[in-house]
């Protein structure tokens, strides 16, 4: 389960039990287990709260401001020398 190391306690037949399959149906992520520690998490960098995973994500989001800012420079200088021509 999320923010756990043990078992969900349903009985699970197979892979998952009725609720969790129901959930995956409806299109819930599998919680992954932390890198570090174990605890099931949901995000795809795979870090709890405790093992740094906060600090990775706003290095990732700053990461993405960047590249986004840097794209939309890029763009208006070409359509500023696109239009000089």
């Known amino acids: 389960m999320r ?6 306690g349903k009985s699970c037949v197979g892979a998952y039990c009725r609720q969790h399959n129901y959930q995956l ?7 992954a287990p932390c890198v570090s520690c174990g605890v099931g998490v949901l995000c795809h960098y795979r870090l ?3 093992c740094g995973g906060i600090v990775l994500k706003q290095r990732l989001i700053r990461k993405h401001k960047k590249a986004k800012k840097t794209f939309e420079l890029v763009l208006l200088e070409l359509r500023s020398t696109h239009l000089e021509k």
């Open 3 to 8: 923010s756990r190391k043990e078992n969900c």
């Open 48 to 50: 709890c709260i405790s």
């Open 25 to 31: 149906k409806k299109g819930m992520k599998i919680p």
